[in-house]
């Protein structure tokens, strides 16, 4: 609840103010709290609570008609209901494992998951993330003293298939350690094509003589750090 007038300083200043709904502090200037007590409003409410519920300015109305009318401004989609042949896919998919290997892909490209940019200590090299857990392997791997360096841009292009269409992997990470090479892939989610891409990582370093790691977020959460770090993250 307000306090009185009175008790304010005359200054424009930011003060402290405890919200009426969920009891959160949160900062006002003095000049809008002025304001709000002339305009006799009797509650503080931070801004979440401020537009939650009945408080929101379109609580129980039907925006259905709203919303279709919103959607005939928006683009639309070239591709909707088409399909680009299997020539296409493997296309795409060569140029954005060449992208990878050179370091000018673009992550914003890409839709999917959180991604992040990361220094690496050990190269000076900014390399992309595709996800929170990738950007815990880099720093892992920048912390690990046998590892002497390692890189996302290693060009390596590795053939399988899928569905019956020819494509293209390229492996997370090519890490050189005190005791040899290792080629490294890094998921959270596993799916079948997933699966398929790691036996086809996995037969190509047999054939090369490197050693090949799997890691996935329960290898990365024993000790509860993947979910420590992603809480730390979102701060």
């Excluded at 399909?83 to 296409?88: Q, R, V």
């Excluded at 992309?128 to 912390?143: F, P, T, V, W």
């Excluded at 050189?176 to 699966?195: C, F, Y």
């Amino acid at each position: 609840m307000y306090k009185d007038v009175s008790e304010l300083v005359s200054a424009d200043y930011t003060i402290k103010v405890k919200c009426d709904d969920c009891g959160c502090e949160y900062e006002m200037t003095f000049t809008n709290r002025k304001k709000r007590i002339k305009e006799g409003r009797e509650y503080d409410f931070c801004k979440s609570c401020a537009h939650s519920g009945s408080r929101n300015s379109q609580y129980g109305k039907d925006r259905k008609s709203i919303c279709i009318y919103a959607r005939t401004f928006n683009k639309q989609n070239p591709m909707k209901d088409k399909h680009h042949s299997p020539e296409t896919k493997k296309l795409m998919s060569d140029s954005k494992i060449e992208k990878i290997g050179n370091g000018t892909f673009n992550i914003k490209s890409n839709n999917r998951g959180k991604k992040h940019w990361y220094l690496s200590k050990k190269s000076n090299i900014i390399f992309h993330a595709d996800s929170g857990l990738e950007l815990l392997r880099m720093k892992q791997l920048d912390d690990d003293e046998d590892v002497l360096k390692w890189t996302k841009h290693h060009r390596l292009r590795i053939p399988y298939e899928y569905m019956g269409v020819a494509k293209n992997t390229t492996p997370d990470f090519f890490i050189e350690t005190k005791s040899g090479i290792i080629i490294e892939e890094v998921k959270g989610r596993i799916t079948e094509q997933e699966l398929i891409k790691k036996k086809a990582v996995e037969d190509y370093c047999v054939k090369n003589g490197y050693s090949f790691s799997f890691m996935t977020q329960s290898h990365m959460n024993r000790n509860g750090e993947y979910r420590k770090f992603i809480k730390d993250l979102k701060k």
